[in-house]
């Protein structure tokens, strides 16, 4: 696939799995052995392929019904597509053990897709866990150098 075609996927990754709420979109995207490495403990990573995925999205989409993704960036060269991308949603179902807290969050964070056939073989995914936590209100806020909470 060109590096047009493999933007033009990933689009469709975010637009129709996540903002579409359309999980079987997930088993056609992505490669029946395909690996998820997921760097944060805020969404695990689960068992590969799209079933594992489609798994973990179910648990998320359930926790967080209005998530909804924005791409800011995709840079794309050979195989590999990268994307910076804003994800916002609310709380509203038990989420790792943590019961719903209502509250609305907002973060960042990077995915990097690699393309075998038309189809995501490997993706990378990096995200600001802390603030998502922080805004929740699972964690406290750090204290800035004066000593008091952002």
Not at 94 to 118: C, K, M, N, Q
């Amino acid at each position: 696939m060109s590096v047009e075609q493999n933007k033009a996927a990933v689009r469709r990754f975010f637009e129709k799995g996540w903002n579409q709420k359309n999980l079987a979109a997930f088993s056609v995207l992505l490669a029946p052995d395909s690996v998820h490495h997921i760097v944060s403990a805020a969404f695990p990573a689960g068992p590969p392929g799209p079933q594992g995925f489609m798994q973990r999205a179910a648990g998320i989409l359930a926790a967080f019904p209005d998530y909804h993704v924005t791409i800011e960036d995709d840079i794309a060269e050979g195989d590999r597509v990268v994307v910076r991308y804003t994800a916002r949603g609310t709380h509203v179902g038990p989420f790792l053990g943590v019961p719903p807290t209502g509250r609305r969050f907002s973060y960042g964070g990077v995915e990097i897709h690699r393309y075998a056939d038309g189809k995501v073989a490997e993706h990378w995914n990096s995200h600001d866990a802390l603030g998502f936590y922080q805004q929740l209100g699972i964690m406290p806020p750090l204290p800035q150098p004066d000593g008091q909470p952002r």
